[in-house]
């Protein structure tokens, strides 16, 4: 699949909220880097990230634009509340290696009623 195909196949399980099956798109040794937080290393551990973060918070990813360059796919999305952020993929075999995430971790806090950090 190019990554294009399987950024959209992400999206499709995130939206879903379900961290097993969204985790089965990370290799062993993946990197998830979203730049608010500390990065994940590896996929059990992104596993766990994506568990925790979907019992927080209803979380959707409305599609803007994916585009594709070589190995790296880069998503821009925003969510129904009006959020806004831009996601780089660096997939490899099928697999994703290496994520990194832009948002405003203050605007999601408050619009989730989350605490503050």
């Not at 660096?90 to 290496?98: K, Y």
């Amino acid at each position: 699949m190019r990554p294009k195909e399987i950024v959209h196949k992400w999206v499709e399980a995130f939206n879903r909220g379900d961290a097993d099956e969204i985790s089965a798109f990370y290799d062993e040794n993946a990197v998830n880097h979203q730049v608010a937080n500390a990065k994940v290393e590896g996929k059990e551990a992104i596993r766990q990230m994506f568990e925790q973060e979907f019992s927080n918070a209803e979380m959707v990813c409305i599609v803007e634009r994916v585009y594709e360059d070589g190995e790296w796919a880069i998503l821009e999305w925003k969510d129904p509340i009006g959020l806004r952020g831009c996601g780089f993929f660096h997939i490899q075999h099928n697999l994703i290696q290496f994520q990194r995430g832009y948002w405003d971790k203050l605007s999601f806090l408050r619009a989730h009623n989350l605490p503050v950090e």
